[in-house]
């Protein structure tokens, strides 16, 4: 008879096969706009560091403060011994910048998704969903236990069809999209969603992870962006990429985000965000509400980027993540790797993360225009034209 565990060490094989296997890098010291990168100095295109916060010694002093304060742990869930002051005023200094009622913050966006999506909806409801979207709506779909159906990649079209034919069957219906596209960089159609989800009585769960602090005219993402504030909607994000910290929130109507502290099991059942993440993540805010040079330093650095490589396929971007589609995961693998050897830390995305394979680069405020230039010439370099 087989060993139980014996068909992992084939799985294994087959992902090494398909060149879908994955290895961890080790990256020395702080990120940055440039990283040791075992042993290698290397120009980072693969940060969510969007606004380079997460290095900056103002966060870094207010998550030590914290700690000395409060110590290194919450030290038990929200709803019992681990909420604190700074928590509280980490949810209401959210919800004052996304112009919401009220935010609840989770210990992840993935806990986030997971957790608000599965106290939204349940088996009698409906779900539509891009079929781009990030793992954690997906992942917080399939939890649910209501029934999910996926629409074309941004078609309105496609999803007022399928609100249509199916809208009816269902109690409640909740329709989830990212704003900002992770592995794409493309944006969602949120007016037109947002018409669609009045018509057809649904509620909207948006995902703002590569949206926070890099959208919109004072960074709040892109509700504002899209010039839909004050619309009713449910947004998220993370602490984790432009804001530098760690940890997810949601902000809503004060009903909304009161009804998720009681039921997403997710925040209940989990030990509340450490005070260091906390702070940081407080700090940050204060950051970007006092300097948007920063946000506008990192929309030069990308309309550079984008200007200097129109004669190449990139992907249609206005946010941080630029997209190079390449035929197959071995070609980016040996793109990624030529890349590498000029210097730039630009990763392969490949299946089963996202449908084709591609190289992604993650523009960031702190590149130089050194940094920039030397990209543009590797990338000129690797993909003759
Ligand atoms: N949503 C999107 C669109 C993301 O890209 C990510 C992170 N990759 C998340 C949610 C999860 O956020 P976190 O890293 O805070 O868990």
Same mark, same amino acid.
């Given at each position: 008879?087989?060993?139980? %565990? ?107 998704? /997971? ?43 496609? /999803?007022?069809?399928? /609100? ?104 209940? %059942? ?101 940094? /920039? ?13």
């Amino acid at each position: 008879m087989n060993h139980p %565990y014996s068909w992992i060490e084939d799985s294994l094989k087959t992902l090494h096969r398909a060149n879908w296997y994955r290895r961890v890098k080790t990256i020395q010291g702080r990120g940055g706009a440039v990283i040791e990168l075992e042993g290698r100095s290397l120009i980072n295109f693969a940060s969510n560091d969007y606004l380079g916060l997460a290095a900056d010694e103002r966060m870094i002093a207010a998550a030590i403060a914290a700690t000395q304060r409060y110590g290194t742990g919450s030290t038990g869930s929200r709803l019992l011994s681990g909420h604190r002051d700074l928590h509280r005023d980490l949810e209401l200094a959210i919800a004052s910048f996304k112009n919401s009622e009220d935010a609840i913050v989770f210990s992840s966006g993935y806990l986030a998704n /997971l957790g608000t999506i599965t106290c939204l909806v349940g088996q009698k409801d409906l779900i539509l969903g891009d079929q781009y979207n990030h793992s954690s709506l997906k992942n917080g779909a399939k939890l649910s236990g209501a029934t999910v159906k996926e629409y074309r990649h941004n078609s309105l079209e496609d /999803l007022e069809n399928q /609100l249509l034919a199916h809208r009816h069957h269902y109690r409640h219906c909740l329709l989830l999209t990212d704003t900002v596209f992770s592995m794409d960089g493309d944006i969602c159609p949120l007016a037109g969603i947002l018409a669609l989800a009045e018509i057809y009585n649904c509620m909207v769960l948006v995902d703002e992870a590569h949206a926070t602090g890099v959208m919109g005219e004072n960074g709040t993402g892109c509700v504002e962006y899209c010039g839909c504030q004050g619309r009713e909607l449910i947004q998220m994000g993370t602490l984790s990429k432009a804001l530098g910290s760690l940890g997810g929130y949601v902000t809503g109507n004060a009903k909304i985000i009161d009804f998720i502290r009681n039921r997403a099991a997710t925040w209940i %059942y989990t030990t509340g965000l450490s005070p260091a993440d906390t702070a940081a993540a407080r700090m940050a805010l204060e950051i970007i509400r006092l300097e948007p040079e920063r946000r506008q330093r990192l929309h030069q650095n990308i309309n550079f980027v984008k200007s200097k490589l129109n004669n190449l396929n990139i992907l249609p971007s206005e946010a941080a993540i630029l997209c190079l589609p390449v035929a197959n995961p071995g070609q980016a693998l040996e793109l990624s790797q030529k890349l590498l050897e000029k210097g730039i830390f630009a990763p392969a995305i490949r299946p089963p993360t996202v449908p084709t394979s591609r190289l992604r680069f993650t523009a960031m405020a702190t590149h130089s225009l050194a940094h /920039l230039e030397v990209l543009v010439q590797s990338i000129g370099e690797s993909f003759p034209t």
